[in-house]
Every structure is written in C-alpha cells, then in structure tokens.
C-alpha cells in the first residue's frame, strides 16, 4: 500500500493505492464517518492484479478540504467534487471500475448519471438508495439544524464520543460493539488508524467530527434511483440481507435501468464489505475482469 495526496481541480486530498502506478482499474470511495483506509483489507489483494485507489472524501479520513457542518445543506457536494478529482486522478485513462459503499455508492452512481463516460462499471455496495416519500419528507424539513434532530441517524452522529487517550483505546472500545460487532478484522483498527487525528487537548479526536458526520445524514435530499436511467454502463448493486441502505424494490431499480445486477448478500447488514469482504472482493475482481478482457 502506499498514501498519496491529489491534487485537483477542487483542492488537495488524500488516498490510498494499490498495485502499480498509472491510471487506476479502480477507483473506491468509503462509507458516511468512514475513510479510505477502513477498506485496505478488501481492496489490497487485488492490488496484485489491477492498479486500485481509493479516496478519502471531504470532511473524512486525512482529507484537507474544507468541511463546514453549516454549510452542507446536500451530500450533492460529494460528486461534485468527485467529478472534480477525477481528471487529475486518471490522467488521459480508459474509464475505471467505480466502487463504493453506502454514501460513496451513491456518489459514483450520482457523479456517473451526470457524466455517463467516467466509468466502465460501478460496483455498489449497499448504495444509500432513499424511497421516494423519504425523500420528500426530508425536503419538507428546512434547514441543517432542524433536520438533524429529526433524523434519528444524524442524532447518533452528532452524539458520538469524538475523544480518546490513544488510537489504542478508540479501537478497544469499538471492537466488538455495537455496529463494529458484526467486523472481520482488521477493519476496526483500519478504520481507526486514519479515523482519528492528533488532539492536542486530549489525545485524538475523530478525524470526521461529529457534525459533519450528522450533517451529512442529514444532506440526503434527492431521489438518487431514478439516476440509473442515465448509467449507460453495467451496474451491480449488493445489497444487504437486513438493515439495508437499498430502499428501493428491486423491480423498481430494474424500471430505471433494466440490466441493472442485484444481490442480496446472505449473514450480511449494510456494513457488509466488513462482514463479507471475501464475497465482496470476488465481485470486484470479476468486474475488474470484465474491464481488462474489453
């Protein structure tokens, strides 16, 4: 593995690669409160093969770019700077897989409805695919600070312990609860490594604060299903078998875009790429395949 830093149309950020330099096979984006990092396990063994990236998102891992919670009224700003990055990214490339997990799905299938030439594939992993209702219930809510204590989500978030002695003592208070219960390692101490950042008060603190976490939850406002009409390239969606992010029916994804590939990923939640990363990777790969045999 090795740490890059990019340097882009919409400013620096960070990200982690795998395999050998040029323009990535693959490019990965994280999870809401996520980094890159938190995925090297699921992403390095096919470093072996391909030319792999993946990114950390404004307000996530090391990234610098400015992440005011004030100023997030649509996670929107996540493609776009996306769409942003990428050129520098791929220098001159042939279009890549694009990855992600949850929020990152629904990013690289929002940055491709609206820029159909930047991939070959998308590979999305529990996307955040929000019913129709949801999301008009949440435009209904006015401004940032009114949404987040009405979306039980963004209320956890902005409750979460930002704080801790050492990366050691974060990642022994994690392991094994609550939502990282369910964790192969090493995600949880992945995630931790680039999760938190020097304090100089106390210790370390999350590296994706609190209210940037929960403003984001609380961004979601835009219908994103109806968006695979506009992918003019393959699409596979795993979904989770319980707590799904995928919202939708199946057959109405398949409405919008009726080749679209959908399964349901047996013993999984919407943290699935850390309960199933064997099962995930062998997507990955066969996708990454099917790009190289073009």
């Known amino acids: 593995m090795r740490r890059f830093t990019l340097r882009s149309a919409v400013g620096e950020t960070t990200g982690i690669a795998f395999g050998t ?20 396990s699921l992403l390095a063994p096919l470093g072996q093969d391909f030319r792999v990236v993946a990114l950390d998102l404004r307000g996530h891992g090391l990234s610098p770019l400015p992440a005011d919670p004030d100023a997030m009224d649509t996670w929107r700003i996540y493609p776009r700077d996306f769409l942003r990055m990428l050129p520098a990214l791929m220098q001159g490339g042939a279009p890549p897989v694009l990855a992600g997990h949850s929020m990152g799905g629904a990013t690289v299938l929002t940055a491709t409805a609206a820029k159909p030439g930047i991939a070959e594939r998308l590979v999305l992993l529990d996307p955040v695919l929000a019913t129709l209702d949801a999301v008009r219930r949440a435009q209904r809510i006015p401004g940032l600070a009114q949404r987040i204590p009405r979306l039980p989500i963004a209320q956890g978030a902005a409750r979460r312990r930002a704080e801790f002695a050492s990366k050691q003592e974060a990642a022994g208070a994690y392991r094994g609860r609550a939502i990282f219960a369910s964790w192969a390692d ?29 403003a984001t939850f609380a961004g979601l406002r835009h219908y994103a299903a109806p968006l695979l009409a506009r992918v003019k390239c393959p699409v596979t969606i795993l979904k989770a078998a319980s707590e799904a992010a995928v919202r939708v029916d199946d057959a109405l994804l ?17 943290f699935l790429p850390m309960e199933q990363p064997d099962l995930v990777r062998m997507r990955l ?10």
Request: net charge negative.
């Open 21 to 40: 330099e040029g323009s990535p096979d693959l490019v990965f984006l994280h999870a809401t409160g996520f980094n890159a990092l938190t995925y090297r």
């Open 186 to 214: 090493p995600f949880v101490d992945d995630y931790v490594e680039d999760g938190f950042v020097p304090d100089p008060h106390n210790g370390v603190t999350l590296a994706c604060a609190p209210q940037w976490e929960a």
């Open 254 to 270: 398949r409405r919008f875009k009726p080749d679209v590939a959908i399964e349901t990923v047996p013993d999984s939640s919407h």
């Open 285 to 294: 790969r066969a996708a990454l395949e099917t790009r190289a045999g073009r």
